[in-house]
């Protein structure tokens, strides 16, 4: 064993030579600058310890640091105290590091930290893939820019591209909206302005407004199986599979789902349904439209029914369908509901908490006018055929009387969302 002291800094060349595997390509040579130097052979083959103002380049990488421990047949280096990795505009930190001379990748298995650019990245734990130009790091992940903020147990990152890949209770912020979203997994592409997440998702919108100068959160509410987030001018997200939405009073559920935030328009396909205030609507599609902050319109297209349970007996329901059903609000309240085109409406008659029958009714176009929220007026348009059932023979028989497209759902599902990990 053998030690030698170099007590001025030192700019040492060295040529590595490798084993038969690592012979299939060659590798650049390392430069190491140092204050001081100590070498000695151990069982593991020549060791150089580096201190004071290390440095250490290959190709376009350089590192500096307070100490590195070079084992020289593995070509690999133990770094510590501030060590700092550049690679063009990236920087990378941690006070403990690893770097595999022969495979270009930079470890640490404490809090490590890239800024590049207009991103910071920061984990406990991570590996940098030099050649890749990719991060692979763990635990308490966050990365964030100018307009997203992702927070994940686990991200891959490109730098080149910029895409991240998030996975593990997975939460993306955006910022210029206030939105969180949350899922397993969350692929963010930047330059494309997309994001897709995926598994038991969630999207959050908080917004706060003033009515009559009290401050008023609005909430959008969403779950399912997967969101796609096109944040380009249009400003659209799409949702798939056991969708469920709360926004206001207003519950809606369906099996895909389009918000359009600049058109202020949500869209439902595929067993679409909405509860508000008591009314339950279906229909093959389901499209609301707001103004502000406010509901201004719901409207169903093809095989609609409006539903709305009796006050008195559970087993009634006053139903109205059509073609097409438009429901309209005034100041985030019900105004009117039209049902066109061979339209039908069910109605029970109630007088002091008293039954008294029902009418029941084939019209062109069928109008409900609403006064503060509240059934006023309802009027027969175009061609109308109907009739008067008496209580006496609704007793046991309602089935029979019931509009052939009346559904109903007793409770309405619940939503049950995912924890917000970004704090702010």
């Known amino acids: 064993m053998f030690k030698y002291f170099i007590k001025q800094s030192i700019l040492i060349y060295i040529s590595l030579f490798f084993g038969l595997a690592l012979n299939l390509f060659s590798q650049t040579k390392l430069q190491y600058q140092a204050d001081e130097l100590i070498g000695s052979e151990t069982a593991q083959g020549p060791i150089r310890e580096y201190k004071g103002n290390v440095i250490i380049i290959q190709d376009d990488i350089k590192i500096t640091c307070s100490y590195a421990r070079q084992i020289i047949n593995t070509n690999t280096a133990f770094l510590k105290g501030n060590v700092i990795v550049y690679q063009g505009n990236m920087i990378m930190k941690s006070e403990e590091m690893s770097y595999d001379g022969n495979l270009k990748i930079a470890r640490s298995i404490k809090k490590i930290e890239i800024l590049d650019e207009g991103t910071k990245l920061v984990a406990n734990r991570g590996s940098y893939f030099v050649n890749d130009k990719k991060s692979d790091f763990i635990g308490n992940v966050r990365i964030e820019n100018d307009s997203t903020v992702i927070v994940s147990d686990q991200l891959l990152y490109f730098r080149e591209s910029d895409i991240s890949i998030a996975k593990g209770n997975a939460n993306i912020k955006l ?11 969350i692929e963010n592409y930047p330059i494309e302005k997309y994001s897709i997440i995926k598994g038991n998702t969630n999207l959050i919108q908080i917004d706060s407004i003033y009515e009559d100068n009290v401050l ?24 798939e599979k056991n969708v469920k939405i709360i926004k206001d009073e207003i519950f809606a559920q369906a099996e895909f789902t389009k918000l359009e935030k600049k058109k202020n328009l949500i869209s439902f396909k595929e067993n679409p349904m909405i509860w508000y205030e008591g009314f339950q609507l279906y229909a093959d599609s389901i499209l609301i ?36 059903i ?13 049902a066109q085109k061979d339209s039908k409406s069910l ?3 109630n007088n002091e908490n008293q039954p008294e029958g029902a009418d029941r009714k084939n019209s062109d176009n069928i109008e409900i006018l609403f006064n503060n929220g509240e059934a006023e007026n309802i009027n027969w348009i175009g061609k109308t055929t ?3 059932i008496p209580e006496d023979k609704l007793y ?3 089935e029979k009387y019931n509009l052939e497209k009346l559904k109903w759902t007793e409770t309405i599902p619940e939503i049950n969302l995912r924890q917000i990990r970004i704090k702010n």
């Open 175 to 185: 910022k210029k909206d206030n939105i969180y979203i949350i899922g397993d997994v």
């Open 216 to 239: 008023i959160l609005d909430t959008l509410k969403i779950v399912c199986d997967t969101i796609k987030s096109f944040r380009n001018e249009n400003e659209t997200y799409i949702f």
């Open 289 to 324: 439209e707001s103004e502000g902050k406010k509901i201004k319109s719901i409207k169903a297209f093809n095989n609609s029914i409006s539903v709305n349970k009796d006050t008195l007996y559970s087993d009634r329901f006053n139903q109205i369908e059509g073609k097409y």
């Open 326 to 338: 438009t429901i309209d609000f005034i100041d985030g309240k019900m105004s009117k509901i039209l």
């Open 347 to 349: 109605y029970f008659i």
């Open 386 to 388: 109907g009739y008067y």
């Open 396 to 398: 046991n028989s309602i």
